[in-house]
């Protein structure tokens, strides 16, 4: 049985499926009350885990269709603010084992470590209370990024265009907070990101959308041009 926050979480879930909905709530609901344990641990016994198991192994349900009902249930919450601090930041899922390996796993900062990265984007208000996720990205590195010499790599990386750079994960969040921003006109947003963002392609990216800020932390020193204005008198 979903407790009744869950219910609310989750009533805009689209799976194709009114079961798999849900489950999806039951889900939710039991791994948000042992968030710290493993899915056995917290689905409490053995009929509830592979009811789990089998959710997660549905065709109908991946990682964007989970995720979207909380997404727009944070928006409803981020549409009674004044000002929304869109935080970003990845992170890493290691699922290393010492067999068999997760399959879609790759590798991490060294070839024997397995697992997937998410950035992802929160959104809080100015005195740190979390009104939820607002987009979220995935991705494996493939098993030729440790295959090449250092310098191989990194000339390769140069040669690449950004669109193909693991960097353009800051940029497709300043688009998607554009997008929040452009659907919520009422409400001030300020995007927060470390020294990793500090890209030109961010600073070059369009800024139509006049609701939005930035907050960046410098990685690299940069000049800036100054704007003159001409007074007509």
């Known amino acids: 049985m979903a407790a009744s926050w869950t219910t609310d979480e989750m009533k805009t879930a689209n799976l194709n499926d009114k079961r798999l909905n849900r489950r999806l709530a039951e889900v939710v609901s039991a791994l948000g009350e042992r968030p710290s344990a493993s899915i056995p641990a917290a689905c409490g016994g053995k009929k509830e885990m592979e009811a789990t198991y089998e959710f997660f192994r549905n065709p109908k349900v991946n990682f964007e269709k989970v995720l979207q009902p909380h997404i727009d249930a944070t928006l409803c919450r981020m549409a009674d603010q004044e000002v929304v601090l869109l935080v970003e930041d990845t992170t890493d899922i290691d699922v290393t084992r010492p067999q068999q390996q997760v399959m879609g796993a790759g590798p991490m ?3 024997s470590r397995r697992g997937v990265f998410v950035h992802v984007m929160e959104a809080f208000t100015t005195d740190g209370t979390p009104l939820g996720a607002v987009w979220a990205y995935t991705w494996a590195r493939d098993e030729e990024y440790f295959a090449k010499p250092a310098e191989e790599k990194r000339k390769r990386r140069s040669a690449l265009p950004i669109e193909e750079k693991e960097s353009f994960r800051w ?13 919520c006109p009422q409400v001030q947003f300020v995007c927060i990101r470390d020294s990793e963002s500090d890209i030109y392609h961010l600073f070059a990216e369009p800024r ?9 932390r410098a990685c690299h020193n940069r000049p800036v041009m100054q704007l003159k204005r001409e007074v007509v008198h």
């Open 171 to 183: 940029v497709k969040g300043l688009r998607q907070a554009r997008q929040v921003a452009a659907r």
């Open 109 to 111: 900062e060294y070839a």
């Open 208 to 216: 139509e959308v006049t609701n939005i800020h930035w907050l960046i």
